[in-house]
């Protein structure tokens, strides 16, 4: 069993940015590859980012790449993402989850966090 728990959602001014944690605890973080999604008002909960479990292979979602950077300190069981260049269009509910093999998609992930809200004023 992985608990996942989101923090640095927040409200921030289109052009700026954030950066999100995920502390993971229970069984051994490093054995893991780490998403994040997110979830629109209305919408599906789509993919963003992910990470293998040394992330030097990461991967991203079109609209994100160049902008969003994801990563990971072992040490600290914790997953991180980066966001710049913030876009109205990036509101939403951030997840970080954990999966048994790296993949883009949802179904592949075991455990979920319970979500952060970021919110990119126009």
């Known amino acids: 069993q992985v608990q996942l728990v989101e923090s640095g959602g927040g409200l921030v001014q289109a052009g700026g940015s954030l950066r999100l944690s995920c502390a993971a605890s229970?069984?051994?973080?490093?054995?893991?590859?780490m998403g994040w999604f997110r979830q629109a008002p209305g919408k599906e909960r789509e993919f963003v980012a992910a990470?293998?479990?040394?992330?030097?292979?990461?991967y991203y979602t079109d609209s994100v790449k160049g902008r969003f950077t994801i990563s990971r300190d072992s040490a600290k069981n914790t997953v991180y993402l980066q966001m710049n260049s913030l876009k109205p269009e990036d509101t939403a509910v951030y997840y970080c989850a954990a999966a048994d093999v790296l993949t883009t998609t949802r179904g592949g992930y075991n455990y979920w966090g319970q979500g952060t809200l970021v919110a990119v004023s126009s």
């Open positions: 229970g069984r051994t973080f490093s054995r893991y590859a």
């Open positions: 990470a293998g479990w040394s992330d030097s292979i990461t």
